[in-house]
């Protein structure tokens, strides 16, 4: 066995040797996936995308990662299997299936004891009813700027977000979209968001310049967004007279205020469960019992992307471990140090913006294709001259850009079981992410031609 190929005792590969090989399990997964639901599309079956739940599909690609191992690699298939519980056990991937959990009790608990109706009684009182779509969307920027956090903000609004979409006949799926834009809008900008954190520290920036060199570029696209989101939701909301209970809206309040406090998120959806229990305990006969059984519908409710996000994240630790990450990066690497040989910034921007996204397309966790991407991006920025607050933000753009429009994508996971559509339903909506992809690459093009 080679040293490039000695095997952990923890069952994972050290410095694996670079091998496009190793990715060929996610293609299974989204040719399964994404490939039945275009061809059973075409066949007229309503639902398509529902037909075959991504976690089966996922399932050939994970067979085909562990016999890779075996067969490739040099791997056991104990030693694969330990690499992909690890990877299941990856604290990031725990931290999303935990909010997952109390995101689903406080959304069922909220519905149970009338409070997402009565919130969305007061957001259908305040917000015009032809600006709704772009209120939805500056609410979820805010909240996810406050929070630092995509997640906890669609766990936040997406229950309420649904409810304004079932009273006044905005589409579903449109809904979706706005609030997939705005929480990425403000995961990407947030000081104290993971991906700004991972961000900086890998290029040695600091947050207040990334904060900067990042806006110029997020905020123009955030008013284009406001700018289509109110041209969307022109003339489809009718909004009946609401009788409002403010009462039961407290646990909503509570829980927007501690977010732009800065409370973790595990606290904010779980004194929201709280909250939303003693307020039906005052106002009605709710029980324990009951909202134990709610809480229950809630986990049962997320058990589909629950699982899923586990299962990407040991499969993602798989292709790491067998160089699949490490071939991207050595690609990229060498495309970059061919255009840009006379110290062309423009070019190493595009391609850390290249290597980013493809590696989150990867891995499916923005943070996590920030520090894998990280280390590659620093050297480049150094050899071309890209100050590092250019390419902090940089980074944090392209992998929100990613995390945004793919739909195996935990944030479009979790909205697409709240809404109950399918996840490229929603992110076919995520028109901010296009927009501020759009308006990256041609802010890093026009930057270079001024500077050439």
């Avoid at 060929?24 to 075959?52: D, R």
């Avoid at 005052?282 to 986990?299: A, E, I, P, Q, R």
């Amino acid at each position: 066995m080679s040293q490039t190929q000695a095997c952990t005792a923890t069952g994972t590969l050290d410095a694996p040797t670079a091998t496009p090989l190793a990715l060929l399990p996610l293609m299974l997964f989204l040719a399964l996936f994404v490939g039945t639901g275009v061809y059973l599309s075409a066949q007229g079956v309503a639902f398509a995308f529902y037909e075959l739940s991504p976690v089966v599909a996922i399932l050939p690609a994970i067979v085909l990662a562990l016999g890779l191992g075996a067969w490739k690699f040099n791997q056991s298939l104990e030693q694969g299997i330990q690499t992909f519980i690890a990877g299941i056990g990856d604290s990031n991937i725990i931290a999303m299936c935990l909010i997952y959990l109390l995101a689903g009790a406080f959304a069922a608990v909220a519905s149970a004891t009338g409070g997402v109706d009565a919130t969305v009684a007061l957001g259908l009182h305040l917000i015009p009813a032809a600006l709704l779509l772009p209120g939805v969307f500056l609410i979820s920027a805010f909240i996810a700027t406050a929070m630092g956090t995509s997640m906890g903000t669609i766990a936040a609004v997406a229950p309420v977000a649904l409810g304004i979409a079932q009273q006044t006949g905005i589409d579903p799926a449109l809904m979706a979209g706005v609030v997939l834009s705005g929480a990425m809008f403000g995961d990407n900008l947030s000081i104290i968001s993971d991906t700004t954190i991972a961000a900086t520290r890998t290029q040695g920036a600091q947050m207040k310049d990334k904060f900067k060199e990042n806006i110029r570029i997020a905020a123009p696209a955030a008013l284009f967004a406001v700018v289509l989101f109110t041209l969307a939701g022109s003339g489809q909301a009718e909004v009946a007279p609401q009788q409002l209970e403010l009462v039961k809206v407290l646990p909503y309040l509570a829980i927007l205020v501690l977010a732009v406090i800065g409370i973790n998120v595990f606290v904010v959806l779980s004194l929201g469960i709280v909250l939303a229990a003693l307020t039906a305990f005052v106002t009605s006969d709710y029980s324990l019992m009951t909202l134990g059984k709610d809480m229950v519908t809630g986990f049962e409710k997320m058990q589909e992307i629950f699982l899923l996000s586990m299962l990407v994240g040991g499969l993602a630790a798989v292709m790491k471990a067998q160089g699949g990450l490490a071939w991207l990066t050595d690609k990229v690497a060498a495309l970059i140090a061919r255009l840009s040989r006379r110290g062309n910034a423009g070019a190493a921007e595009l391609g850390m913006g290249a290597l980013v996204a493809t590696t989150n397309a990867c891995v499916a966790n923005n943070t996590v294709s920030i520090i894998v991407a990280g280390p590659v991006a620093r050297e480049l920025a150094e050899q071309n001259a890209v100050k590092p607050r250019r390419a902090a933000a940089t980074l944090d753009i392209f992998a929100c850009i990613i995390q945004g429009l793919i739909p195996y994508g935990a944030q479009a996971l979790l909205l697409a079981a709240t809404f109950s559509l399918s996840p490229l339903a929603v992110v076919s909506h995520g028109w901010y992410c296009m927009l501020l992809a759009g308006l990256a690459i041609g802010t890093i093009l026009w930057r270079n031609r001024q500077n050439g």
